[in-house]
Nanobody
Framework: QVQLVESGGGSVQAGGSLRLSCAASTYHYGDYCMGWFRQAPGSQREGVAA??????TSYADSVKGRFTVSRGNANTLTLQMNSLQPEDTAMYYC????????????????????WGQGTQVTVSS
């Protein structure tokens, strides 16, 4: 069982930045595919950014060039969000899935096994 705890959300004005963090409780963090998802009220959950075991990354078109996902030390996943816009307002979730020889990493698909409780990001115009 893996527990994921997000932090770093808050309220900013358009054009501002936030840095989200996700702490993963596992000794095998390097064996997990990791991703960030978001869900706005009345909308479906969408994949925002993901990182594979080899460090390769995937981004939703809407955040390319503005968001950066990375693996930090101490089992931490981060999402640096720059040039935030009101449409980025959502609850942001961290997700994890063990890498599989047959399945690989789900990247921006929601086929993750473990999810955090989420952290709210609100961007005002």
């Amino acid at each position: 069982q893996v527990q994921l705890v997000e932090s770093g959300g808050g309220s900013v004005q358009a054009g501002g930045s936030l840095r989200l963090s996700c702490a993963a409780s596992t000794y095998h963090y390097g064996d997990y595919c990791m991703g960030w998802f978001r869900q706005a009220p009345g909308s479906q959950r969408e994949g925002v950014a993901a990182i594979d075991l080899d460090g390769s990354t995937s981004y939703a078109d809407s955040v390319k060039g503005r968001f950066t996902v990375s693996r930090g030390n101490a089992n931490t996943l981060t999402l640096q969000m720059n040039s935030l816009q009101p449409e980025d307002t959502a609850m942001y979730y961290c997700a994890a899935r063990p890498w599989g020889l047959l399945t690989g990493c789900p990247r921006l698909r929601s086929e993750y096994n473990y999810w955090g409780q989420g952290t709210q990001v609100t961007v005002s115009s």
